[in-house]
T-cell receptor, first 108, second 118 residues
Framework: TQLLEQSPQFLSIQEGENLTVYCNSS?????LQWYRQEPGEGPVLLVT?????EVKKLKRLTFQFGDARKDSSLHITAAQPGDTGLYLC????????FGTGTRLTIIP | GAVVSQHPSWVICKSGTSVKIECRSL??????MFWYRQFPKQSLMLMAT?????????EQGVEKDKFLINHASLTLSTLTVTSAHPEDSSFYIC??????????????FGPGTRLTVT
């Protein structure tokens, strides 16, 4: 089993601040995906990173895949209340084994 | 992508009874669907892979006789929790895997079913 540890587990910050959350493993992945889950809903795919060192941007969200393809980070600039949710990473396999998750709360 | 629905969105049942949860792929023919369970404040845990026309594949530690999965058509998979107990109370979510040229694996999730066993 490819265990993915996410940190921090919980994060609560003020609107307008920047933040970074992490997804780490000792395993090497061919690709890695980030999902966001809002309360009472299913997760929604945000991005898939494939190449070591790859950086992808989705508006105020910046995703980076580690050079060794063992870890990834998600940076949010100028956080907004709509960014609140559970952020999950998972290897881009047919069967998803999610990381432990980061629960993010943006305070207006 | 794929649009996935679940029914019911929430259900309360008494201990010892069985409850069936439906997962429908509305615009995509899915030979494979996945079932997840999520406890409060926790991540999603894969329970089983539902295979159209054949037996489901269960993850380690998931009781196949307790969580019955049927995938009788390309658009419908059902999860039946048999002899439910309070510890089965959870948020159950299904997903459909859509293979695309650019992203080999993209999963689209249903809105989830909250089960409460009293």
């Amino acid at each position: 089993t490819q265990l993915l540890e996410q940190s921090p587990q919980f994060l609560s910050i003020q609107e307008g601040e920047n933040l970074t959350v992490y997804c780490n493993s000792s395993s090497v992945f061919s690709s890695l995906q980030w999902y966001r889950q809002e309360p009472g809903e299913g997760p929604v795919l945000l991005v898939t990173v494939v190449t070591g060192g790859e950086v992808k941007k989705l508006k105020r969200l910046t995703f980076q895949f580690g050079d060794a393809r063992k870890d990834s980070s998600l940076h949010i600039t100028a956080a907004q209340p709509g960014d609140t949710g559970l952020y999950l990473c998972a290897p881009g396999n047919e069967k998803l084994t999610f990381g432990t998750g980061t629960r993010l709360t943006i305070i207006p | 992508g794929a649009v996935v629905s679940q029914h019911p969105s929430w259900v309360i049942c008494k201990s010892g009874t069985s409850v069936k949860i439906e997962c429908r792929s509305l615009d995509f023919q899915a030979t494979t669907m996945f079932w997840y369970r999520q406890f409060p404040k926790q991540s999603l845990m894969l329970m089983a892979t539902s295979n159209e026309g054949s037996k489901a594949t269960y993850e380690q530690g998931v009781e196949k006789d307790k969580f019955l999965i049927n995938h009788a058509s390309l658009t419908l998979s059902t999860l039946t929790v048999t002899s439910a107990h309070p510890e089965d109370s959870s948020f159950y979510i299904c997903s459909v895997n859509v293979g695309l040229v650019k992203n080999p694996y993209e999963q689209y999730f249903g809105p989830g079913t909250r089960l409460t066993v009293t």
